[in-house]
């Protein structure tokens, strides 16, 4: 099945830099690549996808690119604030299921004011 | 529209007991997911619906878990005679399935601490 890997773990960065969060999957069949967002008790929420016929996606600060060959996308957060503080999750999904999601661990990323 | 809502939002158990969690999705979803979330880690996938049907159950990771979508809106997990290692946060998420469409969208979550 597919494996997700996330990195880093924790990311800190100071207020207005910014961060970069990277993931590699193991499927080459993936097609769809969702960012999720979960502050602390708070659902998931998706704040970004890129389907596997994109390259690059953006939406303000936020951005996705997307790397085939290599196997591996990043989301990008320009002029970070404090309440982009959470942890960000990225999936994977493989066609042959159900649009089931494989997700990495997980990066807390922490902006200081 | 409302989002995905899950009860209850906490649940404490004690070792054996059984428990049964509610997920009511988006209306209009046909998709319904359910994931396990331990502390620290990423949502771990364990059933999915197509409306009433159970279409993949592979990531339930014992005998004693159950779930059920029987009208093909609101969805139950069950866990029978709980253990520690159940101990998580239990994630329902919900999606339209149309062609080319796979965003899911989470409720908040239930989290099980088994003592």
């Known amino acids: 099945g597919e494996n997700v890997e996330q990195h880093p773990s924790t990311l800190s960065v100071q207020e207005g830099d910014s961060a970069v969060i990277k993931c590699t999957y193991s499927?080459?069949?993936?097609?769809?690549f969702p960012w999720y967002k979960q502050e602390l008790g708070k659902r998931p929420q998706l704040i970004i996808d890129?389907?596997?016929?994109?390259g690059e996606k953006k939406d303000q600060r936020i951005a996705v690119t997307l790397n085939k060959t290599a196997k591996h996308f990043s989301l990008h957060i320009t002029e970070t604030q404090p309440e982009d503080s959470a942890v960000y999750f990225c999936?994977?999904?493989?066609?042959?299921?159900?649009?089931?999601?494989?997700f990495g661990k997980g990066t807390m990323l922490l902006v200081s004011p | 529209g409302a989002g995905v809502s899950q009860s209850p939002r906490y649940k404490v158990a004690k070792r054996g007991q059984d428990v049964a969690l509610r997920c009511d999705p988006i209306?209009?979803?046909?998709?319904l997911f359910w994931y396990q979330q331990a502390l620290g880690q990423g949502p771990e996938f364990l059933t999915y619906f197509q409306n009433e049907a159970q279409l993949d159950k592979s990531g339930l990771p014992s005998d004693r878990f159950f779930a059920e979508r029987p009208e093909g809106s609101v969805s139950t997990l069950k866990i029978q005679r709980t253990q520690q290692e159940d101990s998580a946060v239990y994630l329902c998420a919900s999606s339209w399935t149309g062609q080319g469409t796979y965003e899911q969208y989470f409720g908040p979550g239930t989290r099980l601490t088994v003592t």
């Open positions: 499927d080459s069949a993936s097609n769809y």
């Open positions: 999936a994977a999904r493989s066609p042959g299921g159900y649009s089931t999601l494989t």
């Open positions: 209306s209009g979803h046909v998709s």
């Open positions: 890129i389907r596997s016929n994109v």
